[in-house]
């Protein structure tokens, strides 16, 4: 009675181990899906920003009729397009699954 003194015998705790390991490998396997299913919802926030604009110019004239210029700063603009994969275009989560080939 007094031999084990409350210790684990080490087939239960192989058994234990086993168990605990298949269900972190299924925990981090959910965990890694949602992380990349809500960094696929940041990606498609940021792709579907329009980074557009304009900046108009402007002078200082005088002189008569004021024909005569002082200083200018051009203006500038930029059109933004899409992109590949904004909004959703590339799918990086999970694939359909796939029938296999003829075996040989």
């Not at 940041?42 to 557009?52: R, Y």
């Not at 108009?56 to 500038?76: D, V, Y």
Request: net charge negative; charged share 20%; hydrophobic share 40%.
């Amino acid at each position: 009675m007094r031999d084990e003194a409350g210790f684990i015998v080490s087939a239960e705790l192989v058994l234990i181990a086993t168990i605990l390991v298949l269900g972190l490998i299924v925990g981090l396997s959910e965990v890694q899906h949602a992380i990349n299913t809500e960094l696929n919802d940041v990606a498609d926030a940021v792709g579907s920003l329009n980074q557009s604009y304009y900046i108009s110019g402007f002078h200082k004239s005088t002189g008569f009729l004021g024909l005569e210029t002082h200083a200018f700063t051009r203006g500038s603009a930029f059109a933004d397009v899409v992109d590949d994969c904004d909004n959703n275009q590339c799918d990086i989560t999970c694939d359909v699954p796939v029938l296999e080939g003829p075996k040989h």
